[in-house]
């Protein structure tokens, strides 16, 4: 199975800047879509980012204030996180899933989950 570890989160002001990491176990990388979603207490997880066989795709919410990036040999994704919100706070995880014909942003498909990096935005 694929492994994935999230690193990089922390407490940042309204409007500074974060940058997440997620490592992965698997040597064949790039064989996998990774996705970023978060989830705030109380609140369904929602999805941020996802990359995919050099493209990338971002819901309307966070289009523009948030970059997803991967490098396929260091088997890492990345989250340039800018003009942080006290909205975005929340747990974010990395998340995996077997390429195929396009993007999936759906949590209940991917197939391999990280434990989560807690990103806290103070106002």
């Known amino acids: 199975q694929v492994q994935l570890a999230e690193s990089g989160g922390g407490l940042v002001q309204a409007g500074d800047s974060l940058r997440l990491s997620c490592a992965a176990s698997e040597g064949t990388f790039s064989n996998y879509g990774m996705n970023w979603f978060r989830q705030a207490p109380g609140k369904e997880r929602e999805f941020v980012a996802a990359i995919r066989r050099g493209s990338t795709y971002y819901p309307p919410s966070i289009r523009g204030r948030f970059t997803i990036s991967r490098d396929n040999a260091k088997n890492t994704v990345y989250l340039q996180m800018n003009s942080l919100k006290p909205e975005d706070t929340a747990v974010y995880y990395c998340?995996?899933?077997?390429?195929?014909?396009?993007?999936?942003?759906?949590?209940?498909?991917?197939?391999?989950w990280g434990k989560g990096t807690l990103v806290t935005v103070s106002s």
């Open positions: 998340a995996a899933y077997k390429t195929g014909l396009g993007f999936i942003t759906t949590p209940d498909l991917m197939d391999y």
